[in-house]
């Protein structure tokens, strides 16, 4: 199994770019995630899907985040226009279906890096 | 609401030493509790997990976990800590919403450093 794949993995932009980052579930995952880490913040939930559909976003800070699920093997988020305030690791994660035997588990992909300068 | 608490920022060790790191939790219902791992620069890492059964939970890399429901607790430990086992440390708890049930996202806590000194 190849993981949750995400891509870039690094990233450097100016402020007022337009930042995509992408992410490919691990394969018959129903929920997807995605999550900022930063220093100051810790891990925080963005937005997450449930077979594709948008379940909760209550986390996406402002509108300049937006996030979609075409598929059920591609998500992206991305930020217009990009700010310094913005700067963080983005990690996408995917879990299966909901059941006491899973227990939820989510595994996350290796975290795309940015820095907006 | 649903949250969990991990008292230590950091908590440093020697090697060869028993180690802990603290995790107590707030839940309505029963709890599905987890730990993982991020190493520097990399991914969070699932590492066990409590559902239901033994309070005592084995993982992965000699990690076992101790559900206390009396003190809410769900603490890791390892009998011998590695200079390899320094990393950040997250506990998370399902979240879990009255009249909706599972909502199927995890909530974490702030983590924890551990630092393993040779």
């Known amino acids: 199994d190849a993981g949750v794949i995400q891509s870039p993995r690094h990233e450097v932009t100016e402020m007022g770019q337009e930042v995509t980052l992408r992410c490919k579930p691990i394969s018959g995952h129903d929920y997807l995630f995605w999550y900022r880490q930063t220093m100051m913040r810790g891990l925080e939930l963005l937005i997450y899907f449930n077979n594709n559909v948008p379940i909760d976003d209550s986390g996406m800070p402002e509108d300049r985040f937006s996030a979609k699920m075409p598929n059920a093997s591609f998500s992206t988020l991305k930020i217009q226009p990009s700010e310094p305030r913005d700067s963080a690791v983005y990690f996408c994660a995917s879990s299966p279906a909901q059941g006491w035997v899973s227990g939820n588990t989510i595994y996350f992909g290796e975290g795309s890096w940015l820095t907006v300068v | 609401a649903q949250s969990v608490a991990q008292p230590e920022d950091q908590v440093n060790v020697a090697e060869g030493n028993p180690l802990t790191v603290k995790c107590t939790y707030s839940v309505s219902g029963n709890p599905y509790l987890f730990w993982y791992v991020q190493y520097p620069n990399r991914g969070l890492q699932f590492l066990l997990k409590?559902?239901?059964?033994?309070?005592l939970v084995k993982g992965s890399y000699g990690f076992e976990a101790e559900f206390n429901k009396s003190q809410t607790s769900f603490h890791l430990k390892k009998p011998s800590a590695l200079v390899s086992d320094s990393a950040l440390y997250f506990c998370a708890v399902r979240d879990f919403l009255r009249g909706s049930g599972n909502t199927g996202k995890l909530i974490f806590g702030q983590g924890t450093t551990l630092q393993v000194k040779p």
């Open positions: 409590y559902i239901t059964g033994d309070n």
